[in-house]
C-alpha cells in the first residue's frame, strides 16, 4: 500500500503549481483523500480533503478560494492545484488517506511521503 507524491517545486509568489498523489495497493474509492502540509518549525496541519466520490471537498480557510482538490478514481490519483501561491504556502505537502472524510492528522489511515513547495516572494 502506497501513496507518491509529486509536483513540488520552487514557485514566485502569485503562481500556481499542481500536486499528484498515486495511491497503489488499495482499493481507492473506498478512502477520502486529503492533503496536509508542515512548514519548518510547525505542526503538519490540514490543507484539503476530497470524498470518496469527488463530489463533497473541503478546504482550510487559509486556502479556500486558492486551491482546488479533485480525485480520479480510475486513475486512482489524486490532485491539488494551488493558485495565487503565498510565500506562507511554502510547506512539504502530504498526501494522505482516511476512511473518514478526513480534517485532522489523527484520522489518516496512510501517508504519502511529502513533496516539497517553496513560495519566493
Known amino acids: 500500500v502506497q501513496l507518491q507524491a509529486s509536483g513540488g517545486g520552487l514557485v514566485q509568489a502569485g503562481g500556481s503549481l499542481r500536486l499528484s498523489c498515486s495511491a497503489s495497493?488499495?482499493?481507492?474509492?473506498?478512502?477520502?483523500m486529503a492533503w496536509f502540509r508542515q512548514a519548518p518549525g510547525k505542526e503538519r496541519e490540514f490543507v484539503a480533503a476530497?470524498?470518496?466520490?469527488?463530489?463533497?471537498?473541503r478546504y482550510a480557510d487559509s486556502v479556500k478560494g486558492r486551491f482546488t482538490v479533485s480525485r480520479d478514481n480510475i486513475k486512482n490519483t489524486v490532485s491539488l492545484q494551488m493558485s495565487s501561491l503565498k510565500s506562507e504556502d511554502t510547506a512539504v505537502y502530504y498526501c494522505?488517506?482516511?476512511?473518514?472524510?478526513?480534517?485532522?492528522?489523527?484520522?489518516?489511515?496512510?501517508w504519502g511521503q511529502g513533496t516539497l513547495v517553496t513560495v519566493s516572494s
Open positions: 476530497v470524498a470518496y466520490t469527488g463530489v463533497i471537498t
Open positions: 495497493g488499495l482499493t481507492f474509492s473506498d478512502y477520502a
Open positions: 494522505a488517506a482516511s476512511t473518514r472524510f478526513v480534517r485532522t492528522v489523527n484520522e489518516v489511515t496512510l
